[in-house]
């Protein structure tokens, strides 16, 4: 079992990492799942005591206030106090959104997170970022709040179908090129099937932690991990909107294609990032960007009235704050 140590709270990788959560240490415990985490990953874990189970919809379109209604009414009908907690067995979307119940209900009860898909393990589950869809803006309500733990079980990942797998790797992609080009250059030379899964999630999560670690609130270099994110967003807030919803990762690939296109890369590197992407991954329509406007002007990071984006001066290397007009785009 490994252990990486963020500011105040640790991410522990292997199996049985569970077990080193002090579950006597509450007065209750609520574990909340979707109907595939209910089937797939509940069975695994340690029975709990004084503990129930709160079922919400699977699916980034139950990511919204009236789901978190839900949550808050199962918590309050059950009597759980401020010493409680919120146990988030999932993915990318029970991790954000029970994180923020877990933070807003009676001010505050901890919470951990136990993710269950490549995409959480290797970028939602740490760093506090907790939030919600907004009138299909995408993370529109949320605030920083770090949980008590992280756990991660790569046993989860064999209950994933290979669509949700390659869809969590985009994050590992973007990982490699706004930080570590030794990353990229392996993620090159091995063929997804054959990737060590314990050995590229440990590396991603040591990234991220170093990053946020040194900006938790994202004022400056947190900015970093923004990349593919703000076209990303808006091609999920898009598709959202046409009652069609993606999966995250494949927003974020084809962000990282339309952000490498306007980033200070050499035509040699933006052709090498492009070919990889779309060899190895298929992904939906790509919205032309007039169908994106609305979206981009509503993008939380915008600043001065423009949208501001997070790009590669070199594979391995981002730049931030880059500011760009609608027109420019």
């Not at 919809?57 to 789901?67: H, V």
Request: charged share 25%; proline share 3%.
């Amino acid at each position: 079992m490994k252990e990486i140590k963020s500011s105040d709270y640790s991410v522990w990788i292997g199996d049985h990492s569970f077990s080193k959560l002090n579950i006597s240490a509450y007065s209750k415990i609520a574990i909340l799942v979707d109907e595939n985490t209910k089937r797939y990953c509940f069975p695994k874990l340690q029975k709990l005591e004084n503990s129930i189970v709160i079922e919400i919809k699977s699916g980034e379109e139950y990511k919204n206030i009236n789901t978190c209604n839900f949550i808050w009414e199962q918590l309050t009908e059950h009597n759980f106090d401020r010493n409680s907690l919120l146990i988030n067995l999932g993915g990318g979307v029970i991790g954000d959104m029970g994180g923020l119940c877990a933070s807003t209900y009676k001010r505050g009860i901890d919470f951990v997170q136990i993710p269950t898909t490549l995409l959480s393990m290797v970028d939602a589950s740490s760093g506090g970022k907790v939030g919600i869809n907004f009138n299909q803006f995408k993370n529109h309500i949320g605030l920083f709040n770090n949980p008590k733990a992280v756990f991660i079980s790569i046993d989860f990942l064999e209950s994933l179908p290979e669509n949700q797998l390659k869809s969590g790797f985009a994050e590992v992609v973007k990982h490699a090129l706004i930080s570590d080009n030794s990353l990229w250059k392996r993620l090159l030379s091995i063929p997804f099937v054959d990737l060590d899964w314990e050995d590229i999630i440990e590396t991603s999560v040591h990234i991220k932690n170093k990053i946020f670690s040194a900006d938790p609130f994202e004022k400056g270099e947190r900015k970093k991990l923004n990349f593919g994110h703000t076209f990303g967003h808006a091609i999920e807030s898009y598709y959202l909107e046409k009652g069609t919803p993606i999966l995250h990762g494949e927003a974020v690939f084809m962000g990282m294609i339309l952000e490498t296109e306007i980033s200070h890369l050499s035509e040699t590197d933006k052709n090498e990032i492009k070919n990889y992407i779309l060899s190895n991954f298929a992904l939906p329509y790509t919205p032309k960007k007039y169908n994106l406007h609305k979206f981009l002007i509503n993008d939380k990071k915008n600043q001065s009235g423009k949208i501001n984006f997070s790009l590669l001066n070199k594979i391995g290397n981002c730049t931030i704050d880059n500011l760009f007009s609608t027109d420019e785009l």
